[in-house]
C-alpha cells in the first residue's frame, strides 16, 4: 500500500508544476495580463513537467528514494512567495509576472532535477530569474553599497566545482551565500526604501529555500562529521541571529527592522534546517514552513502601512490602530509567530538536543539563540506599539485598512504553523508512511 501510495505522491510531484501555474494564474486583477501570464505559466510548467516524467522513466534509478514527497513539500512552501511575485510583478505592468514565472520554472527544475547537470542549468537560471526580478523591481544595486549580482555571480560560478571531487568540498558555498550567518552575506539583511518589502522578501525565501534543498541534495556540508568545525558554524549562526536583531532594534525604518528581524531567524533556523534535512525531513520543513508564512504576511502588512500612510519612519507614525484594527491585529499575531512558535531559539535548541548526541556546545548555541528571540521579540513588540499604539501623528491623510478577505487569508495562514508547532512530527510521520522518511 505505502510503495502504490508513493507512486501516486511522485506522479502527483511531477505534475506540481501545473497545478502551480494554475493556483499563480488567480492572483491577477486584470485579465488580459492574466491571461498572459496564465498561458506562459501553463506553457513552461508542461514542458518541464513532461521532460522530467520522460526523463524519469528511462532513468528511474537516478531519483532518490525520499525524493517525490520531500520535493513536494518544497515545492508548497515555494508556490506561496512565487504567486505574490506574480502579483506585485503584474501590478508593476512591465514583464506581465513572466519573470516570476520563469522564477517558478527554474526553482521546481532544480528541485526535480536528477542529475547534478540539470540542476546546475537549473540553478543557473534561478540565479538569472531572481537577478532580472530585482532589476525590474530595484534597479541594478538594490542593496546599497553591495550589488546583488556580487553572490549571484559567486554561486553561479562555485556550484560546478561539485563535479570535481578535489574541489567538491567547496559548492556548498555556492547555497550558504543564501544562508546568513556572522559576519558575512550582510546584504540579506537589508531592504530597498523604495519598491515592494514583499517583494524583497519574497526572493530572500525562495532562495533560502533552495539553498537548504541544494545543500541537502548536491552539495553536503563537509563538516557536519566534525565536531569543532560544526560547533564553529553553529557559533557563526548564532552570532548572526543576535546581529540581526541588534539591526533591528537599532533600525528606525518600518520595513528595514523587518528584514533585519527576517534575516535573524534565518540564521536561527539554518543549521538545524541543514541538519534535519538528511535526519528528519518533517522537522526541517516544519521550521521552514513556521519562517515563510509570518516573513511574507509581516512583508504584506508593511507594504500596506507604507501605502496607506505615505510613511515609512517608526516614529512617523501612531494611533493606527483606529483606522487599521485588521491590520493591528494581524501584526500582533503574526510578530509572536515569527520568533515565538514553532519557530523560536529553544524550539530549535530541543530539536539540536535531540539530534546532536554528546555535543554540549549545541546546548550554548540554544543560550544564543533564546537570546537573540528575546532581542529580536524587543524589536517588533517596540514597533508594534510605534506603529499601533499612542496619539495619530498630527496631518495624517485618510487610510483604509487592510481588505477583509486578504486578512482572512492571512488568518488561515496561522492555522498551519499552530498546528504543526503542537505537533512538529506529523509530517516526518507522514513522510514515513509513504516511504519517503528517514
Same mark, same amino acid.
Given at each position: ?7 501516486? =505522491? ?13 493556483? =499563480? @494564474? ?30 524519469? @522513466? ?134 530597498? @526604501?523604495?519598491? $515592494?518589502?514583499?517583494?524583497?522578501? $519574497? ?125 493591528? @491585529? ?73 481588505? $477583509? ?34
Amino acid at each position: 500500500m505505502s510503495e502504490a501510495f508513493g507512486k501516486v =505522491v511522485e506522479g502527483l510531484l511531477l505534475a506540481a508544476p501545473l497545478g502551480g501555474a494554475l493556483a =499563480v @494564474r488567480f492572483f491577477g486583477r486584470q485579465s488580459s495580463v492574466s491571461k498572459q501570464s496564465g498561458r506562459v505559466a501553463l506553457g513552461v510548467m508542461f514542458l518541464i513537467a513532461a521532460f522530467l516524467i520522460v526523463l524519469h @522513466r528511462s532513468k528511474p534509478e537516478s531519483f532518490v528514494p525520499n525524493l517525490p514527497v520531500t520535493g513536494l513539500l518544497v515545492l508548497l512552501a515555494l508556490w506561496f512567495p512565487v504567486a505574490l511575485l506574480v502579483k506585485y510583478e503584474q501590478e508593476q505592468g512591465q514583464t506581465a509576472g513572466i519573470l516570476s514565472f520563469l522564477f517558478l520554472f527554474f526553482a521546481t527544475g532544480f528541485v526535480l532535477s536528477p542529475i547534478p547537470s540539470l540542476a546546475l542549468l537549473f540553478w543557473w537560471g534561478v540565479l538569472g530569474a531572481s537577478y532580472l526580478l530585482f532589476r525590474v523591481f530595484y534597479g541594478s544595486r538594490p542593496t546599497g553599497n553591495l550589488p546583488f549580482a556580487l553572490p549571484v555571480l559567486l554561486s553561479g560560478f562555485l556550484f560546478p566545482l561539485a563535479f570535481f571531487p578535489s574541489a567538491g568540498s567547496y559548492a556548498s558555498l555556492a547555497f550558504l551565500l543564501f544562508m546568513p550567518f556572522f559576519p558575512f552575506q550582510r546584504w540579506m539583511s537589508f531592504t530597498p @526604501r523604495t519598491g $515592494s518589502a514583499t517583494v524583497w522578501i $519574497s526572493v530572500r525565501t525562495v532562495l533560502f529555500i533552495l539553498s537548504a534543498w541544494g545543500i541537502h541534495r548536491w552539495a553536503p556540508l563537509p563538516f557536519f562529521a566534525n565536531d569543532s568545525a560544526l560547533d564553529a558554524f553553529f557559533g557563526v549562526c548564532g552570532l548572526a541571529q543576535i546581529q540581526g536583531a541588534l539591526l533591528a532594534l537599532g533600525e528606525p525604518v518600518a520595513r528595514k527592522r523587518i528584514a533585519a528581524a527576517i534575516f535573524s531567524q534565518m540564521a536561527m533556523c539554518t543549521p538545524i534546517v541543514l541538519m534535519e534535512f538528511s535526519r528528519h525531513t518533517g522537522t526541517a520543513m516544519v521550521l521552514v514552513f513556521s519562517l515563510l508564512f509570518p516573513a511574507l504576511a509581516l512583508g504584506l502588512l508593511t507594504d500596506h502601512l507604507e501605502r496607506e500612510t505615505r510613511r515609512q519612519n517608526l516614529s512617523d507614525m501612531g494611533g493606527l490602530f483606529r483606522e487599521m484594527p485588521r491590520a493591528d @491585529r494581524l501584526f500582533f499575531l503574526f510578530v509572536l509567530m515569527l520568533a515565538a512558535v514553532p519557530g523560536s531559539g529553544l524550539f530549535s535548541g530541543v530539536l539540536a538536543s535531540n539530534t546532536g548526541g554528546e555535543n554540549h556546545f549545541l546546548w550554548v548555541w540554544a543560550g544564543m539563540a533564546i537570546a537573540g528571540v528575546v532581542l529580536l521579540q524587543w524589536a517588533l513588540w517596540l514597533a508594534w506599539e510605534q506603529i499601533f499604539l499612542g496619539p495619530p501623528k498630527a496631518g495624517a491623510l485618510p487610510m483604509a485598512d487592510i481588505p $477583509s478577505r486578504l486578512a482572512g487569508l492571512l488568518g488561515v495562514s496561522l492555522l498551519p504553523i499552530l498546528f504543526l508547532g503542537i505537533w512538529p512530527g506529523l509530517l516526518d510521520l507522514i513522510l514515513w508512511s509513504t516511504g519517503g522518511g528517514k
